[in-house]
């Protein structure tokens, strides 16, 4: 399973790797978001602090429905899921393949938009290990239920407008939770960072287990 | 009975396909000839009636089946932003095939190194169609299902695509295809159905046999 998984996930980075769309199109949308709250809360920048965390994670998830849908439309424009389907490969693979390769993109996008938001908004981190492992599994958790809710918007041809609809709710837990722990390694908010990330890997492991289940059924019927 | 939404797009369909034999099948545009090709590839579930290609049970084995079928719809299934080389190797690597077997299929097809390197996007729809055929005999799957195969191929391109169908007959592959374009293929276990309206309405084996 793992070896096709692998070869899924090399050939979404691949493609990236040519069209650069991430680079040259989700990267600079990504930084203009924050640059946007930014003015929007003006120049205050014990408020942009205090905000911060939150304003991360919702430019994530604004960031990630881009990624989810370039994912997708990677499989359905020249109709590729069909001769995926006749690989051989099994659905449990192309899912966790998918998953990894949005996974990695946008691991790659949070680190940006991480090191302009701490420059831009004079920010210091005081619990490096709880940002990193925080990031770590939200970002799990928003790429296993994205893979899913990405097909899912796609086989009811309204992608464009719906996967909001859909995604962001299920991961409203899980921004909170990354709000939360952020808050804390930023020492911004009085709370438990650590206990919040218990939860965030309750929903991640979740998550990606309904994705494996399920993967297979939904594309079967879009 | 095989239905596309609430739309039933298939609703009569008896055949009995022999391996090797090459089908040609025919009918106007709406007919239900791709759904056929999409019901015999696994792709499409069957709301009624009973299937079975190459043993596998269509209502219960599609997963199983869908490994043994070489499907060429009418989009090429290819991804645009690589390049040939790199989608061939992609699907070489899915199918288990190796690098040898790449360059047979490529040379087979004229997709020479200059081709090779050109990202799929800028290619032309026969190019394009040349490098899904290429992908048929990397596979080399139990059974062709070709829809519209010669579309945006020139006459080279055809003699290529006519050649290697009969190359994959003759070592028992058994080869569908639906085409307007065509009305013989020049293989001796050759046969042509005719789709309207969702059903079969003409066999040229039964027609003969009556």
Same mark, same amino acid.
């Given at each position: 399973?793992?070896?096709?998984?692998?070869?899924?996930?090399?050939?979404?980075?691949?493609?990236?790797?040519?069209?650069?769309?991430?680079?040259?199109?989700?990267?600079?949308?990504?930084?203009?978001?924050?640059?946007?709250?930014?003015?929007?809360?003006?120049?205050?920048?014990?408020?942009?602090?205090?905000?911060?965390?939150?304003?991360?994670?919702?430019?994530?998830?604004?960031?990630?429905?881009?990624?989810?849908?370039?994912?997708?439309?990677?499989?359905?424009?020249?109709?590729?899921?069909?001769?995926?389907?006749?690989?051989?490969?099994?659905?449990?693979?192309?899912?966790?393949?998918?998953?990894?390769?949005?996974?990695?993109?946008?691991?790659?996008?949070?680190?940006?938009?991480?090191?302009?938001?701490?420059?831009?908004?004079?920010?210091?981190?005081?619990?490096?290990?709880?940002?990193?492992?925080?990031?770590?599994?939200?970002?799990?958790?928003?790429?296993?239920?994205?893979?899913?809710?990405?097909?899912?918007?796609?086989?009811?041809?309204?992608?464009?407008?719906?996967?909001?609809?859909?995604?962001?709710?299920?991961?409203?837990?899980?921004?909170?939770?990354?709000?939360?722990?952020?808050?804390?390694?930023?020492?911004?908010?009085?709370?438990?960072?650590?206990?919040?990330?218990?939860?965030?890997?309750?929903?991640?492991?979740?998550?990606?287990?309904?994705?494996?289940?399920?993967?297979?059924?939904?594309?079967?019927?879009? | 009975?095989?239905?596309?939404?609430?739309?039933?797009?298939?609703?009569?369909?008896?055949?009995?396909?022999?391996?090797?034999?090459?089908?040609?099948?025919?009918?106007?545009?709406?007919?239900?000839?791709?759904?056929?090709?999409?019901?015999?590839?696994?792709? =499409?579930?069957?709301?009624?009636?009973?299937?079975?290609?190459?043993?596998?049970?269509?209502?219960?084995?599609?997963?199983? =089946?869908?490994?043994?079928?070489?499907?060429?719809?009418?989009?090429?299934?290819?991804?645009?932003?690589?390049?040939?080389?790199?989608? =061939?190797?992609?699907?070489?690597?899915?199918?288990?095939?190796?690098?040898?077997?790449?360059?047979?299929?490529?040379?087979?097809?004229?997709?020479?190194?200059?081709?090779?390197?050109?990202?799929?996007?800028?290619?032309?729809?026969?190019?394009?169609?040349?490098?899904?055929?290429?992908? =048929?005999?990397?596979?080399?799957?139990?059974?062709?299902?070709?829809?519209?195969?010669?579309?945006?191929?020139?006459?080279?391109?055809?003699?290529?695509?006519?050649?290697?169908?009969?190359?994959?007959?003759?070592?028992?592959?058994?080869?569908?295809?639906?085409?307007?374009?065509?009305?013989?293929?020049?293989?001796?276990?050759?046969?042509?159905?005719?789709?309207?309206?969702?059903?079969?309405?003409?066999?040229?084996?039964?027609?003969?046999?009556?």
């Amino acid at each position: 399973m793992f070896r096709d998984a692998w070869l899924v996930t090399k050939k979404d980075l691949l493609i990236e790797l040519r069209s650069r769309i991430l680079i040259n199109q989700i990267a600079p949308y990504t930084l203009l978001i924050l640059v946007l709250f930014g003015f929007a809360l003006d120049a205050d920048t014990e408020t942009l602090r205090d905000t911060g965390p939150g304003l991360f994670w919702v430019s994530t998830l604004l960031v990630a429905i881009l990624a989810i849908q370039r994912s997708v439309d990677v499989e359905t424009s020249d109709s590729a899921i069909d001769r995926l389907m006749l690989s051989g490969i099994s659905p449990t693979s192309i899912y966790v393949g998918k998953t990894i390769g949005l996974y990695l993109q946008l691991i790659v996008l949070e680190a940006l938009l991480f090191t302009v938001m701490v420059v831009l908004f004079d920010m210091s981190v005081v619990d490096y290990p709880l940002v990193i492992v925080s990031a770590v599994v939200t970002t799990l958790a928003i790429s296993s239920s994205g893979t899913l809710y990405g097909v899912i918007a796609s086989g009811l041809g309204v992608r464009e407008t719906l996967l909001p609809v859909l995604f962001l709710p299920v991961l409203a837990p899980a921004v909170i939770g990354a709000t939360r722990a952020f808050g804390d390694a930023f020492g911004r908010v009085n709370a438990d960072g650590w206990a919040w990330l218990g939860l965030l890997s309750v929903i991640a492991i979740v998550y990606t287990l309904v994705g494996m289940l399920t993967y297979g059924n939904i594309i079967e019927d879009t | 009975m095989v239905f596309l939404g609430q739309f039933p797009a298939l609703t009569g369909a008896t055949m009995n396909i022999r391996q090797g034999e090459v089908v040609l099948i025919k009918g106007p545009n709406g007919a239900g000839k791709s759904t056929l090709l999409r019901l015999c590839a696994g792709l =499409l579930p069957m709301r009624s009636g009973i299937g079975t290609v190459l043993d596998f049970d269509l209502r219960t084995q599609r997963m199983e =089946l869908r490994a043994h079928i070489g499907l060429l719809g009418h989009r090429t299934g290819l991804y645009p932003d690589l390049t040939v080389s790199e989608n =061939l190797k992609f699907w070489a690597s899915a199918y288990g095939a190796n690098d040898i077997e790449v360059d047979k299929a490529m040379a087979f097809f004229g997709l020479n190194d200059r081709l090779g390197s050109v990202q799929v996007q800028n290619l032309s729809e026969g190019q394009r169609r040349r490098t899904s055929f290429a992908l =048929l005999l990397i596979k080399r799957p139990s059974i062709w299902l070709l829809d519209e195969p010669y579309a945006g191929l020139d006459s080279n391109g055809r003699e290529l695509v006519n050649s290697s169908i009969l190359q994959a007959s003759e070592l028992g592959t058994t080869v569908l295809i639906a085409s307007h374009e065509i009305d013989k293929i020049g293989s001796t276990q050759e046969r042509t159905l005719f789709v309207k309206g969702g059903r079969i309405v003409s066999d040229s084996d039964q027609d003969s046999e009556g």
